[in-house]
């Protein structure tokens, strides 16, 4: 890109205008692959109110935002199918040694569409689930700092990382890492998450805040109690944008799919999250210092 267009996409230049969005690379492989047409671009364009020809930066995320949701559905169909290959180990190999083997095969994060042992990972995760009491686990237990090591989620493969801000960066970016905090602060439980990107300009943060809660929860069918780690975000900042208030908490949608799994397994440095067709594996970096 120029340095005007990088400045127009920063909004230092007064916003976005329609040529540097549809040249911006998530929008660009969609007009080149025919899955948009230039016309409805500058349609959904026009429906954002922009200012003599130009969008703000809110506006062109939430113009970006609007684009992924017509493509939502795809999701599980256009993500890659996971390899089914056989781990090497020894048989005698405990669930969670086989595990931590495993994950530490390469440097994390990773997911099914670049794990060739993801199938190993699950199976192993699941042992430990299967045998282990969420019940008895306190809210004290998870405090402390946690980085993503696996998830095996296809929205969140199709959504290039945890907020989606990678799949509508101008000019592309790329996952590198996602890590949380769980705290209690004032007699509050909150949560901080740090999604960090890779770009051409260079690394950046996503930073999520917002409240979290363990609750229990029963499955309609089976009538199974189970644990549920529950987030609420409540602000999503990084660069100049800031987000707050209902197009967060209800209409970002990219980050349900870590934000209400089931408490699968716990241990000082483990944590084992799932849901219907998604695992979620982190591990902890920094107890609290409370703990």
Same mark, same amino acid.
């Given at each position: 890109?120029?340095?005007?267009? @990088? *400045?127009?996409?920063?909004?230092?230049?007064?916003?976005?205008?329609?040529?540097?969005?549809?040249?911006?690379?998530?929008?660009?492989?969609?007009?080149?692959?025919?899955?948009?047409?230039? +016309?409805?671009?500058?349609? =959904?364009?026009?429906?954002?109110?922009? *200012?003599?020809?130009?969008?703000?930066?809110?506006?062109?995320?939430?113009?970006?935002?609007?684009?992924? !949701?017509?493509?939502?559905?795809?999701? /599980?169909?256009? &993500?890659? #199918?996971?390899?089914?290959?056989?781990?090497?180990?020894?048989?005698?190999?405990?669930?969670? &040694?086989?595990?931590?083997?495993?994950?530490?095969?390469?440097?994390?994060?990773?997911?099914?569409?670049?794990?060739?042992?993801?199938?190993?990972?699950? !199976?192993? &995760?699941?042992?430990?689930?299967?045998?282990?009491?969420?019940?008895? %686990?306190?809210?004290?237990?998870?405090?402390?700092?946690?980085?993503? +090591?696996?998830?095996?989620?296809?929205?969140?493969?199709?959504?290039?990382?945890? @907020?989606?801000?990678?799949?509508?960066?101008?000019?592309? #970016?790329?996952? &590198?890492?996602? /890590?949380?905090?769980?705290? %209690?602060?004032?007699? #509050?439980? %909150?949560?901080?998450?740090?999604?960090?990107?890779?770009?051409?300009?260079?690394?950046?943060?996503?930073?999520?805040?917002?409240?979290?809660?363990?609750?229990?929860?029963?499955?309609?069918?089976?009538?199974?109690?189970?644990?549920?780690?529950?987030? %609420?975000? *409540?602000?999503?900042?990084?660069?100049?944008?800031?987000?707050?208030?209902?197009?967060?908490?209800?209409?970002?949608?990219? =980050?349900?799919?870590?934000?209400?799994?089931?408490?699968?397994?716990?241990?000082?440095?483990?944590?084992?999250?799932?849901?219907?067709?998604?695992? #979620?594996?982190?591990?902890?970096?920094?107890?609290?210092?409370? /703990?």
């Amino acid at each position: 890109r120029s340095n005007s267009a @990088t *400045r127009a996409s920063r909004g230092d230049a007064g916003g976005v205008d329609l040529a540097t969005t549809a040249s911006s690379q998530y929008i660009a492989e969609l007009i080149a692959d025919g899955d948009l047409e230039e +016309a409805e671009l500058a349609s =959904m364009f026009g429906d954002q109110n922009p *200012r003599n020809g130009r969008l703000t930066v809110d506006g062109f995320v939430e113009l970006c935002r609007q684009i992924d !949701d017509l493509f939502e559905d795809d999701a /599980a169909d256009t &993500a890659p #199918a996971s390899a089914d290959a056989a781990t090497p180990g020894a048989e005698d190999e405990s669930p969670r &040694a086989k595990l931590v083997r495993l994950l530490d095969t390469k440097a994390p994060p990773r997911w099914r569409e670049d794990y060739d042992s993801d199938d190993a990972a699950i !199976d192993a &995760a699941t042992e430990l689930a299967d045998s282990f009491d969420a019940d008895a %686990v306190d809210e004290e237990s998870l405090l402390g700092d946690w980085e993503l +090591a696996y998830v095996s989620s296809e929205s969140f493969v199709f959504n290039e990382g945890f @907020t989606g801000v990678a799949k509508t960066t101008p000019g592309g #970016a790329k996952f &590198a890492g996602l /890590a949380q905090t769980l705290a %209690v602060e004032r007699g #509050a439980r %909150v949560t901080t998450a740090v999604e960090t990107l890779t770009a051409p300009l260079g690394p950046f943060d996503v930073t999520v805040k917002g409240d979290w809660s363990l609750n229990r929860r029963k499955e309609p069918v089976t009538k199974r109690l189970k644990r549920v780690l529950e987030v %609420v975000p *409540r602000s999503v900042e990084y660069g100049l944008v800031k987000v707050d208030g209902n197009r967060v908490e209800i209409g970002w949608k990219t =980050m349900r799919v870590l934000n209400s799994l089931e408490l699968a397994y716990l241990d000082e440095d483990l944590r084992i999250q799932r849901g219907k067709s998604s695992w #979620a594996i982190w591990r902890r970096t920094r107890p609290s210092e409370e /703990a």
